[in-house]
């Protein structure tokens, strides 16, 4: 396995354990240094019934489910970028100045750099462009991130924040948007919503997205991915659709973990089973 590690840089806590935690557990316990970096603290994100969290301290909560789920993981590293949330598309925080969606992209993508060049990943993975359902904060993510892997490898783009680095790969999270449809209506047949996206959704039905060329399969850490998922209690309670799941019909879902890889372009039909292949 190449001597440099894995970068991860999503806009939310619990983004990545449904994307790529089970993939980043993986490479953890081979040794390889991986990295959580998060745009926000999911300031204006959702309450799950039961939770104390409150409007005024979720940011705390959420940071603190994030660690959680990353020390389930075996990741100890942990970083987040200080924007904030912008919130579900259309609503009023999306007007908030500090918003993530509303940053300035050179001021992102400079932060992004020199992370990248401090760590020296040799894969670094985001979002696509779909942003899974179309959040703004996760498109923003797969914008910028994409910038700055590029741009961490030019010379003569932000000289004072560290020395060029060009990581090897860079990767998209592809959510298998049939394969969920297809769970979330088995659910319905039993009675269990699950929330989230349906098939009358024409606007995130028809979001772009990217092609699978990457799969790996992580049903032995099946496990260790829903007890990480379950860690942001924030965000999924005892009564969330996800939950009361029966076992078998998560475990069909969330036993493999699906990527594109951007760079280097991979020939039509390849499908990689590693995000380390070939490096």
Not at 33 to 42: D, F, L
Not at 112 to 135: C, F, N, Q
Not at 173 to 191: H, V, Y
Not at 209 to 238: G, W
């Amino acid at each position: 396995m190449p001597e440099n590690g894995l970068l991860a840089i999503f806009a939310h806590p619990d983004d990545e354990t449904f994307g790529v935690g089970a993939t980043m557990a993986r490479y953890a316990a081979k040794g390889i240094p991986v990295t959580m970096a998060c745009a926000t603290r999911g300031e204006v994100g959702e309450i799950a019934p039961g939770s104390d969290a409150t409007p005024e301290n979720l940011m705390l909560y959420r940071a603190q489910e994030l660690r959680d789920a990353m020390a389930i993981l075996g990741v100890d590293d942990v970083r987040f970028f200080g924007f904030r949330d912008s919130g579900m598309q259309g609503t009023e925080d999306n007007e908030d100045p500090r918003a993530f969606m509303n940053a300035h992209a050179d001021g992102v993508v400079h932060l992004m750099v020199r992370l990248i060049r401090e760590l020296k990943p040799a894969v670094v993975v985001t979002w696509d462009k779909s942003g899974g359902y179309g959040h703004p904060d996760h498109v923003a993510c797969h914008h910028h991130a994409t910038a700055a892997f590029h741009a961490a490898a030019d010379p003569s783009k932000y000289p004072t924040s560290g020395q060029p680095w060009q990581a090897k790969a860079l990767f998209y999270t592809s959510i298998p948007i049939d394969e969920f449809m297809k769970m979330a209506a088995e659910l319905r047949e039993r009675g269990i919503e699950l929330g989230g996206p349906t098939e009358d959704d024409t606007d995130m039905m028809q979001l772009e997205r990217v092609p699978v060329n990457c799969k790996i399969d992580v049903s032995d850490l099946y496990d260790r991915k829903m007890q990480a998922l379950f860690a942001h209690k924030t965000q999924i309670s005892d009564s969330d659709g996800l939950a009361k799941a029966p076992d078998d019909i998560r475990r069909r879902f969330f036993a493999n973990e699906y990527f594109h890889r951007a760079y280097p372009t991979l020939d039509d039909g390849k499908v990689l089973d590693d995000l380390f292949a070939g490096l």
